[in-house]
């Protein structure tokens, strides 16, 4: 009895994972770039994007007041100035910038990565990645952690939900993957509504706590006084809040990832990729208005909270700890009010790591795929985020879903990203010739390392998560690259006029290449090389052969397109160039091509290498040489497994 096949499950839950993949469902086809990034949609308007980073920048509310407190103390609004002195004059001039000079989300990593090329420059991208994976990657469990602190400090649940700090926030975190496994849209409708409401709920809490201060004079005038007793003039008590002011830097996490997600920003319907003039006019806007925004909110909020919460409530273990806003909340708007504000900050923490899982599914397919330094699927959003959302998981488990001990971690990641992009619009304002905009940015640039130095001696352990995951990601990127080795990485080849005449008049007749390692490319090496094939392959003289010649470029690139130019050379001899990161990657291109367009096998005729496998397998994987007869084979068995089909290699 005849029966209809259903396909697997396996096969629909693999399409879904995978949808995007321009190869998705194909056989077959053996250049291109094996996966492109699903195409991106129409975008939205800036000041719903900016909620999207918002929900990372405007959720540091939640624990902010209560950091700079406890680092502070009375100094506490001063040391906010100068927060938001540093980043109203420094971090946002930087990022309007970045905007600018990298409009595609890549940030600023992107314009360090034109100035180093080969393996120092992917070296040095991979270890700004470990940075940029720190930094967001704690933003979604350190702020998913602060959420369920939030939840677990309610006065209403604390009796009940004790003890289960660490459930809470892997729940919270699945959550979150859960979103994201849906889609950016969503994503970006729900950062809109928290943030809408967060920031409403504030402003309530902000204007209730200043009214408390202004009606009750004597609490503006004991802290003067408290000031004027502990630290004696202001030039002492600005001197105390620099020297505060690094532990504060948790202030200035918005703005990496407000570039970051600046692909979603909708623009100018003239907009190109090239110049997407409306992108980076409204992620200007975006980046501003953030800004403004949070640094009204950081004054505001520090001066109220320092004024009306006692100091011992700061402190480890204390009602305000971590919780300030929340805690006046509470105390001058009552039972119920507070609670609403309790939800929704532990809404917008919890989906503060929205902005950060943005940041990384559009920072990491864009580097590491392209590297050869992850599969192709990674280029699909779904098993990214099944991904980070796991190292998520992992990260909460080992710092036990605790604020404080994450704290390091992700502000030396902010802060390195941001020194790494001061740095950067430094070297662009300096090639442009802007003499005054060069200065000012060395000066931030100074300022940004200097406190990430400072940040580093005082929280070491920052550094130390950092370098596991640099480490983490160079490790898992080699291997990956190592067991991608002998893909065929070509994107699309190109002939020029007269490469397609020698195909065209080799067609007529059997196909034979020659790989020849160009020296001074006289009469007497190719006559000499020919002589020797002929010799080692026991073929008459009127057989004709065609040279191949590739010269290496960058080895450490993995995918690129292939120009292949022909030329005649001492009147008789036809030789097709070609420039590529790997010449066995090169020559099986062409092959294949060439037995595309003719419908012919192509033969291709190489001598050994002398020396180690070992060795020239090291020379092919990092300097794209080595032993090129057999590994061009394999990448041909690689990419077309039918041998009847397949180009022939011949070694003598």
Not at 236 to 261: D, N, Y
Not at 304 to 312: A, C, F, R, S, V
Not at 526 to 539: P, S, T
Not at 563 to 588: C, D
Request: hydrophobic share 50%; with cysteine.
């Amino acid at each position: 009895m005849a029966t209809t096949e259903h396909p697997p499950s396996t096969g629909r839950l693999r399409a879904w994972m995978l949808e995007g993949l321009s190869d998705m469902g194909k056989s077959g086809g053996h250049t291109g770039p094996h996966a492109q990034p699903e195409p991106p949609h129409k975008g939205q308007s800036w000041w719903r994007v900016m909620c999207l980073t918002g929900v990372d920048y405007f959720s540091t509310l939640g624990y902010q007041p209560g950091i700079a407190a406890l680092a502070a103390g009375l100094v506490s609004p001063i040391a906010t100035v100068v927060l938001v002195l540093v980043t109203l004059a420094g971090a946002l001039p930087v990022y309007r910038r970045v905007a600018e000079e990298s409009p595609h989300g890549e940030g600023s990593i992107a314009m360090l990565e034109r100035l180093l090329s080969f393996w120092k420059g992917k070296l040095f991208v991979l270890t700004l990645l470990g940075f940029a994976a720190t930094d967001f990657l704690i933003t979604i469990t350190l702020s998913a952690a602060d959420a369920s602190t939030h939840l677990v400090e309610n006065p209403h649940l604390t009796s009940a939900l004790q003890g289960k700090q660490m459930l809470i926030t892997l729940l919270l975190v699945a959550l979150l993957g859960a979103v994201f496994l849906k889609g950016f849209l969503e994503a970006i409708g729900v950062a809109f509504a928290l943030v809408g409401v967060y920031l409403a709920l504030n402003l309530v809490v902000v204007i209730v706590g200043l009214y408390h201060v202004i009606t009750a004079e004597h609490l503006v005038t004991d802290w003067a006084n408290a000031l004027t007793t502990q630290h004696g003039n202001v030039f002492v008590m600005i001197g105390v809040a620099l020297v505060v002011f690094p532990k504060l830097a948790l202030g200035l996490s918005g703005f990496e990832t407000g570039v970051a997600v600046m692909p979603h920003v909708k623009g100018d319907p003239g907009d190109t990729e090239e110049h997407p003039t409306g992108r980076i006019r409204d992620a200007k806007k975006l980046l501003t208005t953030a800004a403004v925004i949070m640094s009204c909110f950081l004054i505001t909020s520090s001066f109220i909270t320092t004024l009306l919460i006692p100091e011992k409530d700061f402190k480890p273990g204390g009602p305000a700890n971590g919780r300030a806003l929340a805690y006046l909340a509470h105390q001058y708007l009552g039972g119920a009010f507070g609670t609403i504000y309790d939800v929704s900050t532990i809404a917008i923490l919890w989906f503060a790591g929205a902005s950060a899982m943005a940041g990384l599914l559009n920072l990491m397919p864009r580097y590491l795929p392209r590297y050869g330094m992850a599969p192709h699927w990674a280029r699909a959003v779904r098993p990214m985020v099944l991904v980070f959302t796991l190292i998520a998981f992992l990260v909460t488990w080992i710092f036990d879903a605790n604020v404080d001990k994450q704290g390091g971690a992700y502000a030396t990641g902010v802060l390195v990203l941001i020194s790494s992009a001061a740095i950067a619009v430094t070297i662009a304002a300096r090639k442009a010739g802007q003499r005054r905009w060069t200065i000012g940015f060395a000066v931030i640039s100074l300022v940004f390392l200097y406190t990430t130095v400072v940040n580093v001696i005082e929280r070491p352990d920052g550094v130390k998560i950092g370098a596991c995951f640099i480490v983490g990601i160079i490790l898992v990127s080699l291997l990956s690259r190592l067991a991608r080795a002998f893909e065929l990485r070509v994107t699309s080849v190109t002939l020029d006029p007269l490469a397609e005449r020698f195909i065209r008049d080799m067609a007529s007749r059997k196909m034979r290449f020659i790989a020849n390692e160009p020296g001074h490319r006289d009469k007497a090496e190719y006559r000499e090389k020919v002589d020797q094939i002929r010799a080692d392959n026991d073929m008459p003289e009127q057989e004709d052969f065609v040279f191949v010649e590739v010269t290496v470029t960058d080895p450490s690139e993995f995918e690129a397109s292939l120009t292949v130019r022909g030329e005649v050379l001492h009147g008789r001899y036809r030789v097709l160039t070609l420039e590529s990161a790997s010449i066995p990657n090169a020559l099986a291109a062409l092959l294949l091509h060439v037995r595309d367009v003719t419908g012919c096998t192509p033969h291709i005729y190489f001598e050994w290498t002398e020396g180690s496998p070992l060795a020239n397998f090291l020379r092919f994987f990092l300097f794209g040489q080595g032993e090129v007869a057999p590994v061009t084979r394999e990448v041909l068995r690689e990419a077309e497994p039918d041998r009847d089909r397949r180009p022939r290699v011949h070694t003598g």
